[in-house]
């Protein structure tokens, strides 16, 4: 069964007494298991699309189905007992926590709210979530401010694992992370997704990250679908000038003398 | 090529600091070149920059030297600093116009009209869409791209001999960061100025840099022309921040879908 189908999603916001279109007509799917990289400039829509599927902003028009259930006509109670079933990684991964919080916290949290293990088990729970994301599980009283950006983005995987989601939503998850420990990190979603069938929707500007995990692109401009395909067929045969500029802004390493007045774009 | 500064045995230890963020660094800078200066997080790579800029905070303690063999540069007259967050570098109160015009004036002696004439000057030289229409805008009016445009027009409108972008660009989307940086290289060109390129993606900086210099925890790895560092790397962790670039003909981490 597709795990996730978006039809005909829609939204307007009003700016300055304008209505500027955040989204128009979207249509995507994700299977089980599966990575689909949504890539685009900044105001494509792409991280106003991820927030409408996390119900962190309404949709004007179209429907989400998310496990086989209308994911928009749900709330309350009901929605509150589905998010388990799909978690975000932001960015910002300070911004992303309580500062105050200590690593055990913020990992028994997800653990308590959705009832994932009895309570005798959290402990032991917490411990294997850090084990699992590589971290020693002495790191449970640490406070979240005293570790590492990269220590800090092992955590919030392990806080969107625990609630054993089919799918995470992560934007822009690697931007902010230099670039021997953005490697590791997506090394560890992938091995995370063989090991537990859990599907992505990575969103991101860098092509670059998105062709390392992703199955499947889909590249979005001004709110609207422009192209998608298999990672490898949007690479090597981009159909639209926003897949094309995307790849041509992507940094390459240049061994040979510099290449002079013009770049290769 | 003359050397435009020599940086002797210098440290830098910000206050309530216990670990200095710049330790004995050693080597000079040569006029005109485009330099990067490449690192990681903790590397020193921006206080480098701003010690070099004379920006560092209040109570921050420097030992050794930097010697101007031309003269100490004056900040906004003859080095121009651009920064990675053009929200906070730019005054939100103040029009696009303004600023832009405010070094001109102050550093070339024009009157308010000349350094109007001058900041439209400059709008159209960052290729500002709509330059007449920018220079009534304030700063929330316009993208991050944009900002950044204004920024570099600004730290160049009073025409110094040296720029200092500091992660000017990452910011920024890699569409928007691939346009900035190539109308850095034009600007920097054009003008013969010295490019100081701080960054910590040696694949973006090997696109048009002369010489890089690689950082870390304070101290410089090292430093040769980009097509020698690139070619054959001295040192381990060089050759790991190599190893860790990724584009678009890396092999990716999964296996590729059928069809």
Redesign the interface.
């Known amino acids: 069964m597709t795990l996730l189908e978006i039809r005909n999603l829609s939204k307007h916001f009003a700016s300055g007494g304008r209505n500027v279109a955040a989204l128009t007509d979207i249509f995507l799917t994700l299977e089980p298991g599966?990575?689909l990289g949504l890539a685009g400039?900044?105001?494509s829509g792409k991280s106003t699309l991820a927030r409408i599927l996390m119900r962190l902003l309404p949709a004007d028009r179209g429907s989400i189905r998310f496990r086989g259930e209308d994911w928009l006509a749900l709330s309350g109670a009901g929605l509150r007992r589905r998010r388990a079933g799909m978690q975000m990684v932001f960015q910002d991964v300070l911004g992303a926590f309580n500062p105050r919080a200590t690593v055990a916290s913020v990992l028994d949290d997800p653990l308590r709210i959705h009832g994932v293990v009895p309570k005798a088990e959290r402990r032991g729970e917490v411990a294997a979530l850090l084990d699992r994301v590589g971290l020693p599980t002495s790191y449970a009283d640490r406070s979240i401010r005293e570790i590492s950006?990269g220590q800090r983005q092992r955590i919030a995987i392990a806080r969107a694992i625990a609630t054993r989601p089919s799918l995470i939503v992560l934007d822009e998850a690697v931007s902010a992370l230099?670039?021997?420990i953005?490697?590791k990190i997506?090394?560890l979603l992938?091995e995370l997704?063989r090991e537990r069938g859990i599907a992505y929707l990575f969103v991101s500007?860098?092509?670059?990250?998105l062709?390392?995990?992703?199955?499947?692109i889909a590249v979005m401009d001004a709110g609207q679908l422009v192209e998608a395909g298999?990672?490898?067929q949007m690479?090597e045969n981009p159909q639209s000038p926003t897949a094309r500029?995307?790849?041509?802004?992507?940094?390459?390493?240049?061994?040979?003398?510099?290449?002079g007045?013009k770049?290769e774009? | 090529m003359s050397e435009l500064c020599d940086i002797r045995g210098v440290s830098v230890l910000y206050r309530g600091q216990p670990i200095p963020a710049l330790k004995e660094i050693e080597f000079s800078i040569a006029a005109g070149e485009r330099l990067a200066i490449i690192g990681e997080s903790g590397s020193g790579k921006s206080t480098l920059a701003r010690v070099l800029a004379g920006l560092l905070p209040p109570g921050t303690k420097v030992s050794g030297e930097i010697c101007w063999p031309g003269g100490r540069p004056l900040p906004g007259r003859d080095l121009g600093f651009v920064f990675q967050d053009p929200s906070s570098s730019l005054n939100p109160v103040l029009t696009v116009g303004e600023q832009v015009a405010e070094g001109a004036r102050r550093h070339l002696g024009l009157s308010w009209k000349q350094a109007e004439a001058r900041a439209r000057e400059m709008l159209e030289k960052v290729r500002m869409p709509q330059p007449e229409k920018t220079l009534k805008a304030f700063p929330h009016q316009l993208s991050g791209g944009q900002r950044q445009r204004v920024a570099i027009a600004a730290a160049l409108a009073a025409k110094p001999g040296i720029l200092i972008a500091d992660e000017a660009t990452s910011a920024l989307d890699m569409v928007v960061q691939a346009d900035i940086v190539s109308l850095l290289d034009d600007l920097v060109r054009d003008a013969r100025m010295t490019l100081i390129f701080v960054t910590h993606d040696i694949a973006l900086a090997s696109g048009f840099a002369d010489r890089v210099a690689i950082f870390r925890d304070g101290r410089l790895v090292e430093t040769g022309s980009t097509t020698a560092v690139l070619a054959s790397p001295g040192e381990t962790y060089t050759k790991t921040l190599l190893a860790s670039h990724r584009d678009l003909t890396t092999r990716p981490l999964i296996e590729d879908a059928v069809g």
């Open positions: 599966e990575t400039a900044s105001g950006g230099d670039v021997s953005r490697g997506l090394e992938v997704q500007h860098d092509l670059a990250v062709r390392a995990v992703s199955h499947r298999t990672a490898r690479i500029a995307l790849i041509a802004a992507v940094p390459r390493l240049m061994t040979g003398p510099p290449q007045h770049h774009f």
